[in-house]
């Protein structure tokens, strides 16, 4: 398990220094409540969130409340055995705790099932183990690029228990950027261009916002899938 887990961490690579925080400006307000599925994604232009529709795509209700209760009683024992890490060895990741699964009894591995039909092209090869980051209320993702020698093409994860804000930042110093509104039991696939060309990372709570509304974060669970690098 301890070596599995070393794998899991060495993906996470943050681009040094880090400055995508400061280069946003606050998209226009559009009512949290009523946001319809083509506006969980919102860009610096909209030719920016046309142009990458293939490359992030994000799923509400994904699964069920039943299967987020499902999915929780498989994995808190494990995570529970845990505590929440604030000084990642990397940085990349703050107020965490992290484990890794193979197999999962046959609610689970039905939701997993159709994760991979819709995430993957059929016969990708994936990652063995389904990684599993339980961030707390305080934890918060740090841009990033996950390691292109451990990941392929395509990152696929669900989010569980609380809605988040994940942000996609161009590297190289552009402006150019996506915001994607992670509701909980919501499904987000980052592919190609967007997986390598664009850091990624899950907003603190006091940064949390999309569209100018705030999107409180509370404890969040995320079960991610990942193909390997051809
Ligand atoms: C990661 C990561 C995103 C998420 O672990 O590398 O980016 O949804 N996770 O938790
Ligand atoms: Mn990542």
């Known amino acids: 398990m301890k070596l599995l887990l070393k794998v899991v961490r060495r993906i996470h690579k943050v681009p040094a220094p880090c400055t995508s925080w400061r ?6 307000n559009s009512g949290l409540l009523h946001v319809r599925d083509e506006e969980l994604v919102v860009g610096s232009t909209r030719e920016m969130v046309q142009r990458f529709r293939t490359h992030v795509e994000v799923r509400p209700n994904f699964i069920s409340e039943e299967e987020e209760t499902a999915l929780m009683q498989e994995l808190e024992l494990g995570l529970k055995k845990k505590r929440y890490e604030f000084d990642h060895w990397d940085g990349a990741i703050h ?12 609610v689970c591995e039905g939701v997993l099932s159709r994760l991979r039909s819709v995430a993957f092209p059929e016969g990708s090869s994936l990652l063995g183990p389904v990684h599993i980051l339980d961030l707390d209320k305080a934890g918060y993702i740090k841009p990033h690029v996950d390691s292109v020698k451990f990941c392929g093409s395509t990152i696929a994860g669900l989010s569980l228990l609380s809605d988040s804000v994940m942000r996609l930042v161009k590297e190289g110093g552009t402006d150019e950027w996506l915001d994607l509104l992670l509701l909980r039991r919501s499904l987000y696939i980052i592919r190609d261009q967007a997986r390598y060309d664009f850091t990624h990372e899950i907003l603190k709570d006091e940064e949390s916002s999309f569209r100018g509304q705030r999107v409180p974060r509370q404890r969040r669970v995320s079960i991610i899938c990942r193909n390997l690098p051809v």
């Open 23 to 28: 280069c946003f400006g606050s998209p226009a």
């Open 95 to 106: 107020g965490y705790r992290e484990t890794e699964r193979l197999r999962w009894g046959s």
